[in-house]
């Protein structure tokens, strides 16, 4: 059974930073990638949009644009950990930040699970960890 467990969210002024962790477990390939999604507050479901994504094979990285330049997306396969490091965080980066994991199937899969998340759905996810900007 895969499990992905979000940890290092919690409250922090405009302009800090803040690093999410996500421990992963359970895939029964190394060919996998995880993603980083956030839901604002308000926002359905549906509205989730990507922000970062890493294979756990090579490294690879895709950034959407809701968080590029602010974010990087890191590994450590002896941890099967991805951390998401946050910095310049706004008040409108408030939201639950959640992470998920898929098996990368087909080449450009990172991009698509980041542009196109609700179409594109990664299989399985965390239950996430709120992010909070005060300003």
């Known amino acids: 059974e895969v499990q992905l467990v979000e940890s290092g969210g919690g409250l922090v002024q405009s302009g800090g930073s803040l690093r999410l962790s996500c421990a992963a477990s359970g895939f029964t390939s190394d060919d996998y990638a995880i993603g980083w999604f956030r839901q604002a507050p308000g926002k359905e479901r549906e509205e989730r949009e990507g922000?970062?994504?890493?294979?756990?094979?090579?490294?690879?990285?895709h950034y959407a644009d809701s968080m590029k330049g602010r974010v990087t997306i890191s590994r450590d396969t002896a941890k099967n950990t991805v951390y998401l490091q946050m910095s310049d965080l706004k008040p409108e980066d408030t939201a639950v930040y959640y992470c998920?994991?898929?098996?990368?199937?087909?080449?450009?899969?990172?991009?698509?699970?980041?542009?196109?998340?609700?179409?594109?759905?990664?299989?399985?996810w965390g239950k996430g960890a709120l992010v909070t900007v005060s300003s």
């Open positions: 998920a994991g898929d098996l990368i199937s087909a080449p450009g899969l990172l991009r698509l699970w980041m542009l196109f998340p609700s179409t594109y759905m990664m299989d399985y």
């Open positions: 922000v970062a994504c890493i294979s756990t094979v090579d490294g690879s990285t």
